[in-house]
């Protein structure tokens, strides 16, 4: 379905994006606190695909947009660059350890460090750049956003 189907191209449509992304954030997590490793598995799997497929079109699409906007006091190419970096690589990090069979509840603090880089990164997006974004967003850009966006 794409952002115009679902009255998308707006602020609210970019909001519920990223909270499916937190769904599988969520879901994962839960999976962690059971001990539950197949379920950990699928839920960082299913996470981590879909963190890099909608921070890359953020990169692409968003990114350049509140670039344009020149947010006084705001250089969103290092910020946003450095969250999506960070993120990434502890998510891949939290892969790279089940892929070793390290034990769920060894995996705890790694979480908890991902989730409050995420909750810092959601906080910016929310409050400054996807505000900013939802009014200058080309539409190619959008086009970037609705093929990448995770749906619940």
Known sequence: MTAGENGGRSLAWLLAGQRALRARFDDLARALRRGDATALDVALSDFEHHLVRWTTAEEQALLPAVVRAAIPGRDPRRELRLEFVQIRELTRFLMRQRTDRIRPSDL?????????????????????????????????????????????
């Open 108 to 152: 705890t603090g790694y979480l908890e460090n991902l989730d409050r880089r995420l909750t810092a990164h959601e906080r910016e997006l929310y409050r400054v750049y996807y505000p900013v974004a939802t009014a200058i967003l080309t539409d190619e850009e959008w086009g970037i956003l609705e093929e990448a966006r995770p749906d619940l």
